[in-house]
């Protein structure tokens, strides 16, 4: 009988337990659900690499080989000092008197939320100021002449003195790189700043990876003439792609501009 009846105390004991943990798991999983449709978007970490593509390059095309510099020209439109520039824009951050988190937020309602993602930007927007470039920072915020030539000296001169430059390929801002930033103009600086992978029109830049991605009749709409792809297929021949993807390129690219084009 007394066995009996500590049996019976030990399974009341555990379902009273066990209810308990499953009451507090769902309130939790609420709570997690009510905060992320509820607090303020928070991005700590942010615009480090604006406009850095390593986590949807496999989704757009496989390469044979993809170098560094192969998926960078094929997936950016711009030179990297416009869109890599982390230590300038601390300098920005504390000319605004404004927190990581605050700065965060402010270029999220300026960008959207998928500013991180380089593809879903250059999906819906090709206008340099529309995108998060050091172009776009300086024109949304308002930041001095003096301000950007300070933060840009400073940045030079980081890795200048560490080497760094020559250990990721970049090279300090020339004076015509300073030039055109400063002339706020969006058409100066896509023409002065655009990789010569990419198709320039006015303020627009279409990088490789987005002719890739769109229709024909997207690049019409565009703008895009045949005349302006046919300078460029001697770059595109360049890219190392899967025979798939080259084939599946070769054709668009074919049909637009009238022509027999093999990569």
Not at 200 to 212: G, M
Request: glycine share 4%; charged share 25%; proline share 4%.
């Amino acid at each position: 009988m007394k066995n009996i009846l500590r049996i019976t105390l030990v399974v009341v004991l555990l379902i009273i337990i066990f209810t308990a943990c499953t009451v507090q798991s769902e309130q939790n999983s609420t709570a997690l659900h009510h905060n992320l449709h509820t607090s303020e978007p928070e991005i700590k970490d942010f615009v480090q690499e604006p406009n850095n593509p390593s986590e949807d390059f496999e989704i757009l095309v496989t390469f044979e080989y993809a170098g560094g510099d192969e998926r960078k020209y094929f997936l950016e439109g711009l030179d990297r000092k416009l869109t890599m520039f982390s230590m300038i824009e601390d300098r920005f951050v504390e000319y605004l008197k404004l927190s990581e988190e605050e700065f965060g937020v402010a270029i999220m309602k300026i960008f959207g939320d998928d500013a991180l993602k380089s593809t879903a930007i250059w999906d819906r927007t090709n206008s340099v100021l529309e995108l998060p470039t050091l172009l776009s920072y300086i024109v949304h915020f308002d930041i001095p002449d003096e301000v950007v030539i300070d933060a840009i000296k400073e940045h030079d001169d980081w890795h200048v003195s560490r080497g760094l430059f020559v250990s990721y390929g970049g090279e300090p801002f020339t004076d015509k790189d300073i030039a055109a930033l400063l002339s706020r103009d969006a058409e100066i600086v896509a023409i002065h700043f655009a990789s010569p992978y990419a198709i320039v029109i006015e303020d627009k830049v279409y990088p490789p990876a987005w002719l890739y991605t769109q229709t024909a009749e997207d690049w019409e709409r565009a703008g895009i003439t045949p005349e302006m792809i046919a300078e460029k297929l001697e770059l595109y021949a360049q890219f190392d792609f899967t025979d798939e993807a080259a084939q599946a390129f070769e054709a668009k690219l074919s049909a637009f501009t009238g022509t027999d084009v093999s990569l």
